[in-house]
Every structure is written in structure tokens, then in C-alpha cells.
């Protein structure tokens, strides 16, 4: 990309939307310094993950001392480093590291993974009901009963809309098979 002024290369590329109006803009050094835009600095991925987790702070000393059973690492630790020391220290560190990956993940806290094309829609209706029972289960212990009501019907709704025509085709093809001997 050029920059929009001299033809320079551009090392700026900025995009705004206000009002629903796309505007880009590509500068070169020189004039993003004019405008004033921050320039960028190119940081390991370590350090802009340190950056995030030390601004994140409020971290009481108690729990800044706790180790992972597994590798010894503390919390502290992993807010210099911005690395865990083993795959124990997800459990160990659970309530300080879960608002950090919420952040990151733009909110999702669960790997869902992809779906193969063969278990159709009956995965994705597993999950859903899952969820909806989950939340179900939380909504009548928290006394809000208008929203139970809701997920029991968005429940309802669920078991009675019927299986997608791939699914049964499937469950026909699988039924027709002999079964596999030892």
C-alpha cells in the first residue's frame, strides 16, 4: 500500500466506521507522526501477552503466590513471562486466567471445534440442549422463573421440531447395515 499523500510506502492502515460509512486510511511514517497516529511497534507476541496480563493487575499477593501443583510455576510468574509452565496450571490458575481467555476470545470460553458433515444436525442439537438445560438448571436456581420459562419452551420447541431429512437417512442407512462381528 501507498501512503495517501506522497505515494511513500504506507506503514499506517487505519480503518474507521462511523455511521455505517467505511473510511481507510494509509499513511507513511512521516505523515501518520503529523496526523499524530501512534505508530506501530512490532512486539513478540510474549511481550504484548505480558503487557496484557501486568495491565490487568488488581491481582491480590495471596493468590499472585500460588503455584501449580504440576510444575511449580507461580501466577506471578506467568503475568512476567506470559507463559504457563504446564497443562495443570489451566486448573490451578482457573479463576485468574478465566476473565483473561474470556477477554481474548471475544467472549467464548469453551473450544467448539468444527462438526463433521456425516453427524449433520444432530450435534449441533445435542449442544443446544445441553446449553439450554444448563441454563435452565441455573435460571430455577436463581429464582428467575420468567426466564425458565422461556428456555423450557425454546426446550420444547427443540424436541419437537423433527430431525433434519440427513439425519434420518442416516439413522435408515445405519439400520439397514448387518452388524460387525468380532
Do not use: W
Not at 41 to 48: A, E, F, M, S
Amino acid at each position: 500500500m501507498k501512503c495517501d499523500i506522497c505515494n511513500k510506502p504506507a506503514v499506517v492502515h487505519e480503518v474507521t466506521v462511523k455511521n455505517g460509512v467505511t473510511k481507510e486510511i494509509h499513511l507513511c511514517k512521516e505523515h501518520a507522526e503529523e496526523a499524530g497516529v501512534a505508530m506501530p511497534t512490532h512486539q513478540p507476541i510474549n511481550q504484548l501477552l505480558t503487557q496484557f496480563v501486568m495491565s490487568q493487575g488488581g491481582q491480590s499477593s495471596e493468590s499472585s503466590r500460588k503455584s501449580c501443583p504440576g510444575c511449580g510455576t507461580t501466577f506471578s510468574q506467568f503475568r512476567q513471562t506470559g507463559t504457563l509452565g504446564c497443562p495443570e496450571c489451566y486448573d490451578a490458575f482457573e479463576e485468574q486466567l478465566a476473565p483473561l481467555i474470556e477477554r481474548a476470545q471475544n467472549g467464548a470460553t469453551h473450544h467448539r471445534g468444527k462438526v463433521p458433515k456425516r453427524a449433520g444436525d444432530s450435534l449441533d442439537r445435542t449442544v443446544i440442549i445441553r446449553q439450554l438445560t444448563k441454563e435452565l438448571d441455573q435460571a430455577v436456581t436463581a429464582e428467575q422463573y420468567e426466564r425458565a420459562a422461556e428456555l423450557r419452551d425454546r426446550l420444547r420447541h427443540i424436541d419437537e421440531t423433527p430431525a433434519s431429512p440427513q439425519i434420518t437417512k442416516q439413522a435408515k442407512r445405519k439400520a439397514k447395515r448387518p452388524p460387525k462381528k468380532d
